[in-house]
């Protein structure tokens, strides 16, 4: 049995902050920006939330994704203030997994 501890092509993304169900901040270091539209928007179609993409935000019915690319990091923050709690946790643990491993 082998087990494989870091996947090709993931990216490093840590949870900075949890305020709340629904209320993250993630950071993610990088050598050159990402567009984490076209990583995030994919995860929530198929969540049956479709996002309307905006410079720099993601939105649905849910709430928001925002990001903020520096040169060398990006923040992204969720902020989900509609839907029950287990709904918003779900949701962000989704995006959060989307946002390491989701191929181009």
């Keep these: 049995m082998s087990v494989r501890l870091f996947h090709k092509g993931?990216?490093?993304v840590f949870v900075v902050?949890?305020?709340g169900p629904?209320?993250?901040t993630w950071w993610s270091p990088h050598r050159a920006p990402r567009e984490w539209a076209a990583v995030l928007a994919p995860a929530l179609d198929l969540?049956?939330?479709p996002p309307h993409a905006e410079p720099g935000c993601l939105t649905c019915r849910l709430g928001s994704v925002d990001w903020t690319n520096a040169r060398y990091w990006s923040t992204i923050t969720v902020?989900?203030?509609a839907g029950?709690?287990?709904k918003r946790k779900?949701?962000?643990a989704a995006l959060l997994r989307a946002a390491r491993y989701a191929q181009l």
């Design 84 to 86: 029950s709690a287990q």
């Design 47 to 49: 969540l049956v939330l």
């Design 10 to 12: 993931a990216r490093l």
């Design 90 to 92: 779900l949701v962000c």
């Design 79 to 81: 902020r989900f203030g």
């Design 22 to 24: 629904g209320d993250e």
């Design 17 to 19: 902050s949890r305020r």
